[in-house]
């Protein structure tokens, strides 16, 4: 498993009864995860003065209660010099996935040795249902220049407030409010060319003009629309995913089938997780794929 250890402003303190007690800076939020089945003792106080709950409803979706809790602050991601926005939002959200972390340091790593080789060149990545922006900043602020694609020109505008308050240069990042797969058809069209490529897709989403994503449907074709933007010798291909139904092997194989066999190089999934401060354990939070160079 890829463990995001590198948070201090960060940590999963405890999980029990379908919830995790987590730290996000100074504020203490629980929230529910679908893979937290055990029930074990509640022993840390944070339990008894959390900050903000969410609460599941069994009609699903639920509702914040907040304690205490700004309408929005900040916390620090110190390994790479990234600072966020968050505030609780839509479903339990609070703007940012902090087990991604663990592959920003994996993609910050490769673009930073492709500069070390060749200072000149410019990297150029594009970040697909991007969201918050936390990849972009994070492939920016190594180097990067990154285009940004998002359905949703709220969450647009937020990881433009990310970018800023990590110092990422204005001219760094070009934002994309559009839907990923007629944004990634027309640049084949364009005959655009990109060294790599990061994709988070949702389950289920819809496009600004109405267009539907089930990822089980859609998750192949674009893998294969999307080889079709990288340049001749492309840096690396990663895609993330939250359905249960993806695992890391069918990961894997997809990247394998598309990236792999057109430019070599290998191919590398795990699931993705958080430690957990109080017991040592690992928290799954998903899985990744990974292609590289």
Not at 116 to 127: H, M, Y
Not at 244 to 260: H, K, W
Not at 265 to 273: A, K, M, T
Request: positive net charge; proline residues 5%.
């Amino acid at each position: 498993m890829w463990t995001a250890n590198h948070w201090k402003d960060y940590e999963v303190i405890d999980t029990s009864a379908g919830e995790k007690l987590e730290r996000w800076g100074q504020y203490i939020l629980v929230r529910p995860d679908p893979q937290v089945i055990w029930n074990t003792p509640k022993k840390d106080n944070g339990w008894k003065k959390m900050n903000g709950h969410y609460h599941r409803s069994n009609k699903g979706g639920g509702q914040w209660e907040f304690f205490d809790l700004p309408e929005q602050w900040t916390i620090n991601y110190d390994h790479l010099g990234l600072r966020f926005h968050l505030k609780p939002f839509s479903f339990k959200h609070t703007g940012l996935f902090p087990e991604q972390a663990a592959n920003w340091d994996w993609f910050s790593n490769l673009i930073k040795n492709e500069f070390s080789k060749n200072s000149s060149k410019q990297i150029k990545v594009l970040n697909l249902f991007a969201y918050t922006g936390g990849a972009s900043c994070a492939a920016a602020k190594a180097g990067a220049f990154v285009t940004h694609v998002d359905a949703s020109k709220g969450m647009v505008t937020w990881a433009k407030e990310n970018a800023k308050a990590s110092g990422v240069p204005d001219t760094s990042i070009r934002w994309i409010v559009d839907d990923c797969v007629k944004f990634v058809e027309r640049e084949i069209r364009r005959g655009n060319k990109y060294d790599a490529v990061i994709m988070d897709p949702p389950s289920y989403g819809r496009g600004p003009k109405g267009e539907i994503w089930k990822i089980e449907e859609s998750i192949y074709p674009f893998i294969q629309l999307c080889t079709k933007v990288l340049c001749g010798n492309p840096l690396f291909f990663l895609i993330n995913s939250y359905t249960t139904g993806l695992q890391p092997a069918v990961l894997t194989y997809m990247l394998s089938t598309e990236v792999a066999s057109k430019f070599g190089g290998h191919v590398n999934s795990d699931e993705v997780g958080l430690p957990v401060s109080s017991n040592g354990l690992v928290l799954p939070c998903g899985a990744s794929g990974r292609w590289e160079r």
